[in-house]
């Protein structure tokens, strides 16, 4: 197993491991979502998000990301909180592989935009 894919069997990673995986997403697969409110998100992200699923909606958005229960989705939020929901929300609605970015964009060092 490379870095890479032992990261992505962990159920969290914190900034360094994300920017990590951001470096190497052409020779790894997985989902980036953010689970902070749209008005959060305008204001800063973390570059490579795929999906913005707000966790005061994600019941209605979770649908999204159906076709991905299979790959590693990364969730994550302003500290980790919100991110840790819905990783367990994500986990009972049937996807394998769910990992929770730890302290979230506040403790992620890589590109913001």
């Known amino acids: 197993m490379n870095k890479a894919e032992?990261?992505?069997?962990?159920?969290?990673i914190n900034g360094e491991e994300l920017e990590y995986l951001l470096s190497e997403r052409k020779s790894v697969e997985f989902i980036l979502i953010d689970v902070r409110e749209e008005?959060?998100?305008?204001?800063?992200r973390i570059l490579g998000v795929d999906y913005l699923i707000p966790l005061s909606d994600f019941f209605n958005?979770?649908?999204e990301i159906e076709m991905y229960k299979s790959k590693p989705?990364?969730?994550?939020c302003k500290l980790g909180g919100r991110s840790a929901q819905a990783q367990r929300q994500l986990r009972l609605m049937g996807f394998d592989k769910v990992i929770n970015l730890s302290g979230g964009i506040s403790n992620y060092k890589g590109e913001i935009i």
Not at 73 to 76: F, H
């Open 61 to 63: 958005k979770a649908k």
């Open 39 to 44: 008005y959060e998100y305008n204001e800063k």
């Open 73 to 76: 989705i990364i969730a994550q």
């Open 6 to 12: 032992e990261l992505l069997d962990k159920n969290e």
